[in-house]
């Protein structure tokens, strides 16, 4: 080959290089940048179905009453200060009441009276009896005449009447006695059961005011029974149906972060209750299984109930937040490419979700569904396993 012809093509070839490594370069650097993404490996464990309150619950005492006199009067006696423990049938407070005390003083009175009247009637009635057998037996001798018979007869019906007369005055006079008793424990506050004293409304000499229906008047003595202590929660009306009394229950408290507690559901309640712009609930009571564990808890402490309506141990299990709309997640699969796969799903909570088809142990899928371009086909390169 001539020599300008083999420098010919020499060019060619070089300028051709050319081209191609420009369009290389032009490829490289423009081509798509894998997509850092966090995965996480499918393994197998527990899942369970469960259900938790829509708001804050309660911790609440079994036994809880506040106290207030029958009727109002100025405090005389506060047997008791805020956080004393108190036994059954214990004086609390007791309003001035020498009033009352003065009128079963005159009611007792009284009632002894009646009873010195009754042995005296009953005495002469006694003594008319035995002097109408007298007159029989001389009226039968012909001593005296019918009349004179008559006569000590309506005597002795009369003193006889008296007796009884004067028995149903006890019994007035005791009733009277009863109703003068009943009036000063009015004015008394005594413990209904062993406690302690949470709040006390007045001080000695103040006016205390009983609470009347329909009226917020405040109680005068708050007493709660810490010896028995559950927790009251609202579950939303959709879930209500699925608890039953008697399911396992976790409990976390907002006082003892970190830690939960097993227990039960022991009630379920029979009706809706609605709260203005709020979500329609249905209240449960759980019980904590070991109270000893929880240590000094205080009625009125927040906490949430998670009702476990069902569990599967040893089963495939994903990251709920790994799930896209449908049942599907994104599988890293050869070359770091991403493939979706469709699941068979079954049990889930807001923490995993049991998978029944569609992936195996060990298989990677996607759990940083929110950063941009995440999608199936697009390359990813792994910036970490999440931790389970």
């Not at 290389?24 to 490996?41: G, N, Q, Y």
């Not at 809880?64 to 805020?82: C, Y």
């Not at 009306?237 to 907002?254: C, M, N």
């Amino acid at each position: 080959m001539p020599l300008k012809s083999k420098n010919a093509v020499r060019r060619i070839a070089i300028a051709l290089a050319a081209i191609a490594a420009v369009g290389l370069a032009i490829w490289w650097f423009t081509r798509p940048k894998p997509i850092p993404v966090m995965v996480t490996e499918v393994q197998r464990g527990i899942v369970e179905s469960s259900v938790a309150n829509t708001r804050a619950g309660t911790v609440e005492s079994c036994l809880r009453t506040k106290l207030s006199t029958i009727i109002g009067g100025r405090i005389e006696v506060l047997a008791v200060k805020e956080g004393d423990r108190v036994k059954k049938g214990q004086l609390l407070m007791r309003l001035w009441n020498d009033d009352i005390q003065a009128q079963e003083r005159l009611a007792r009175a009284a009632l002894e009276t009646s009873r010195k009247r009754v042995v005296e009637a009953c005495t002469l009635a006694d003594s008319a009896e035995r002097e109408v057998k007298r007159q029989m037996e001389l009226h039968r001798q012909g001593f005296i005449s019918a009349n004179a018979i008559d006569s000590a007869r309506a005597a002795a019906d009369a003193r006889v009447a008296s007796c009884a007369t004067a028995k149903a005055d006890i019994a007035q006079a005791e009733a009277n006695v009863n109703v003068a008793h009943v009036q000063q424990a009015r004015t008394v506050l005594i413990a209904p059961f062993d406690g302690t004293i949470a709040k006390i409304v007045g001080e000695v000499g103040e006016y205390s005011t009983p609470s009347p229906p329909g009226v917020p008047t405040p109680p005068a003595i708050d007493l709660i029974d810490e010896s028995c202590l559950y927790v009251e929660a609202p579950m939303d009306e959709v879930d209500a149906p699925k608890i039953k009394e008697g399911q396992p229950v976790r409990i976390s408290l907002d006082a003892l972060p970190g830690r939960t507690f097993s227990g039960k559901v022991r009630r379920v309640a029979p009706y809706v209750t609605a709260v203005e712009k709020q979500a329609r609930t249905v209240d449960i009571e759980a019980v904590i299984d070991q109270p000893e564990k929880t240590g000094h808890l205080l009625v009125g402490y927040s906490a949430d109930v998670e009702v476990i309506l069902g569990a599967h141990t040893d089963v495939l299990r994903v990251p709920t937040a790994a799930l896209l709309e449908g049942g599907r997640v994104l599988v890293v699969g050869t070359d770091d490419i991403l493939v979706e796969r469709k699941l068979k799903t079954g049990l889930a909570n807001w923490e995993y979700t049991e998978v029944v088809e569609g992936l195996a142990a060990g298989d990677r899928i996607v759990t940083s569904l929110d950063r941009a371009g995440v999608k199936a086909g697009a390359r990813i390169t792994i910036e970490s396993k999440a931790t389970k």
